[in-house]
Structures are given as C-alpha cells and as structure tokens.
C-alpha cells in the first residue's frame, strides 16, 4: 500500500530557529511535494522534486528551503522560522501517469512562537 | 486569483440524506480533476479522479461528473454517514505529466448530524 510519513507530526518552534521537517515515501515515486494549508486556502505549493538530488521553487519558497537525499526522503528546512510560518504542512509523493496520482502524509503541524 | 472554487463552502446534512458538492475552474490545461476527502487533522484521501471531456465515475456512494466544456465538476454523496463527516477538496491537474502541477480548492466542510 501506498504510504508517506511525516515527522514530526507536531512541533512548537521559536521564531528565528531552525526547524526540519521530514518526509519518507515507499511508493518508489520519482515526484515529490511540500505543502502547506492554512484556513480558507487550498493547498500551496512551497517546493517540489522531481528525483533524488534534484529540488523546485513552488508557489511560495520564500523563507523554506528543500532537500532530496534520495529517492525516498524529502526534507523542508526554515532557517529562520517565523510566526507566519505557523501552518500545517503536507507531504506528497507522485508519479509520472496519465493521471497523476498523489498520496499525501497526515501532515506536521508546526506552531512557531 | 483563485483558479479553484468550491461551493457551498459548508454544509450541514442530516444522516441518510444525500448531497452535491461543487467545483468551479479556470485552469487551463485540465488534463484531470480529482477529489480528495480529509478528516480533521488528517491527510488528503483520493476518493475519485476524472479525464474525459465529459466523464463520470462511481466509487460507492460517491460519484462524480466532470465537464470541461463547462470546466464543472460535481461530488455527489448518497445516503450519507456520520464517517463522511470531513472536508472535500477539488484539485485539477494541468499536465499528466511530471510537470504537472495541482490546483487545489479551499474545500467544503460537510458535517453530518444524526
């Protein structure tokens, strides 16, 4: 079954520190995604990969920065975290079919204060 | 602008009611439309997708048009649970391809009363 996991699944930061999150696909799929929704939005897009070493600007990059160890891992870095940062954050992974099918992880909270 | 829009943006059913949720576009291409269900604090769960100019698919009690004439879509809900309390979120895809990208709705928070 198709499966992503996040961690951590909540975290509380303090403005200007760093915080990682992390994302592990079992899927073998060569996409993958950084969201994050906040309330009366659809999902956007932060950065995206398409394979192990390769990283995308999304809709929204600013303040995050990505990383593609390898095929099963994709990471989304703040650097400098601030209070509007506070969001929850959904990983997804994809692959290349006529369809696009996406499965996401039950996202990380991040509350940044 | 918002390229997705989803309507109502809530709604309040009774149990074995059932209900039409609807998605408005403007993204251009649309290779793809899929709906997605999301329980509170959980993760987006695919309940169907849509490809054809004009398609309709059935996956249980939900089924789903397409028409990309109209760039419409509807989720239809029949006889509805007290687990199909969640959010419903409309996402179009513009490219079938790795270079696609997915436009999502704000969503329609649906509850379920006994």
């Known amino acids: 079954e198709a499966a992503v996991t996040q961690s951590p699944r909540n975290k509380v930061a303090v403005t200007g520190g760093k915080v990682t999150l992390s994302c592990n696909q079992t899927?073998?799929?060569?996409?993958m995604y950084w969201y994050r929704q906040d309330t009366g939005h659809g999902l956007r897009l932060i950065h995206y990969s398409y394979g192990a070493g390769s990283t995308e600007k999304g809709d929204i990059p600013d303040g995050y920065k990505a990383s593609r160890p390898s095929q099963e891992n994709f990471s989304l870095i703040l650097e400098l975290a601030t209070p509007s940062q506070t969001s929850v954050y959904f990983c997804?992974?994809?692959?290349?079919?006529?369809?696009?099918?996406?499965?996401f992880g039950k996202g990380t909270r991040l509350t940044v204060v | 602008k918002t390229q997705v829009e989803q309507s109502p943006q809530s709604l309040v059913v009774r149990q074995g009611e059932n209900c039409v949720l609807q998605?408005?576009?403007?993204?251009?291409?649309?290779?793809?439309l899929r709906w997605f269900k999301q329980d509170t604090g959980k993760g987006l769960v695919s309940l169907t997708v849509?490809?054809?100019?004009?398609d309709k698919t059935s996956n249980g009690r939900y089924s789903a048009t397409l028409d990309k004439d109209a760039k419409h879509s509807t989720l239809h809900i029949t006889a509805t649970l007290l687990d199909d309390t969640a959010t419903y979120i409309c996402?179009?895809?513009?490219?079938?391809?790795?270079?696609?990208?997915?436009?999502f709705g704000a969503g329609t928070q649906l509850i379920v009363i006994p």
């Open positions: 997804a992974s994809g692959e290349r079919s006529k369809n696009t099918e996406v499965f």
């Open positions: 849509l490809v054809d100019q004009k």
């Open positions: 996402v179009v895809g513009d490219r079938g391809s790795a270079l696609g990208r997915l436009h």
């Open positions: 899927n073998n799929h060569n996409n």
């Open positions: 998605c408005n576009y403007s993204v251009t291409p649309d290779n793809h």
